[in-house]
């Protein structure tokens, strides 16, 4: 078999594995970090942000950086009671080809945290990548529960406020990958003892949209029956009605790891969400106030 036709081969594998089990299995998302190349960075691995085991991240650093460009912090999803840093291998690849430094952090779950603790250690997390890159603001990103975390950490000033950050002045665009914003009442557990009030108030991106925010991307796949569209285009409209800077995409096809998955070498899909995200990072200023 030709060179050309093993690599098609395995990619087609790759994809149905990834498909079948993202978030289910670690086994799709271990083929596809070891098929994914290492060059376009170097790692730091579970560097401290806090004292607690679970306040850890990852710092992924391009080779070769892009000049003056903002540092990417994902925040992963798993439901506020699962996930971690340590499978995005695959996502850091993405962004650092492009140039961009690339952060991960872990945060503290349940049973161990109730809500605020997930964004207070996202807060943190920042604050740290922040301090270590003095001369360059970031752009924080999450999907799913990390979707949540990022858009809480930022719409809620509070929480960097504490840390001794100004957002307006350090973080100059925020993404969410189909995160939850309060477009639904919370009606299941483990999510009623994480979340006490169920999204019906302060604990929800939505009670936190009347102050300035610097620019937000926010997506939802159409087809997603997990986080549903309506979480993007409720907050999306509450933004647009205050005057802020707000870019609402909804994509048809998209199931709820569509979002993450796309952003690999490996699935490109065969539509815009990859250039329109880039876009989007590509046309925050790196400087000034990014409040809006």
Not at 129 to 145: E, F, N, T
Not at 178 to 198: C, D, S
Request: charge should be positive; aromatic fraction near 10%; hydrophobic fraction near 40%.
């Amino acid at each position: 078999m030709g060179r050309s036709r093993k690599k098609a081969s395995i990619s087609v594998f790759i994809r149905a594995a990834f498909v079948a089990a993202l978030f289910v299995s670690c086994a799709p998302v271990t083929l596809l970090n070891t098929v994914t190349p290492s060059g376009s960075f170097s790692k730091t691995k579970d560097i401290s942000y806090g004292p607690l085991e679970r306040q850890k991240l990852d710092i992924y650093k391009a080779e070769p950086p892009k000049a003056n460009a903002p540092v990417i912090i994902f925040v992963h999803g798993g439901g506020w009671d699962g996930g971690s840093k340590d499978i995005y291998k695959f996502l850091a690849q993405a962004f650092t080809s492009r140039g961009y430094d690339f952060a991960v952090p872990n945060y503290r779950l349940f049973p161990e945290a109730r809500y605020p603790d997930m964004i207070v250690d996202t807060a943190k997390a920042m604050a740290y990548i922040l301090g270590q890159y003095k001369d360059r603001p970031i752009i924080v990103m999450g999907h799913s529960a990390g979707g949540y975390n990022a858009l809480m950490a930022t719409l809620d000033k509070s929480y960097l406020a504490a840390e001794g950050i100004d957002i307006c002045e350090r973080v100059s665009g925020v993404i969410s990958l189909a995160g939850p914003t309060g477009a639904y009442e919370l009606k299941k557990e483990p999510y009623i003892t994480i979340f006490p009030n169920r999204f019906r108030g302060a604990d929800a991106p939505l009670g936190h949209v009347a102050s300035k925010a610097p620019p937000l991307f926010l997506m939802n796949g159409a087809d997603d029956i997990t986080v549903g569209p309506k979480n993007a285009q409720n907050l999306a409209a509450a933004i647009n009605a205050r005057g802020g800077q707000v870019t609402l995409k909804i994509y048809e096809g998209f199931g709820h790891i569509t979002p993450v998955k796309n952003l690999s070498k490996h699935f490109d899909g065969g539509n815009s969400y990859k250039d329109e995200l880039f876009a989007f990072i590509e046309s925050l200023p790196v400087s000034g106030n990014f409040c809006s």
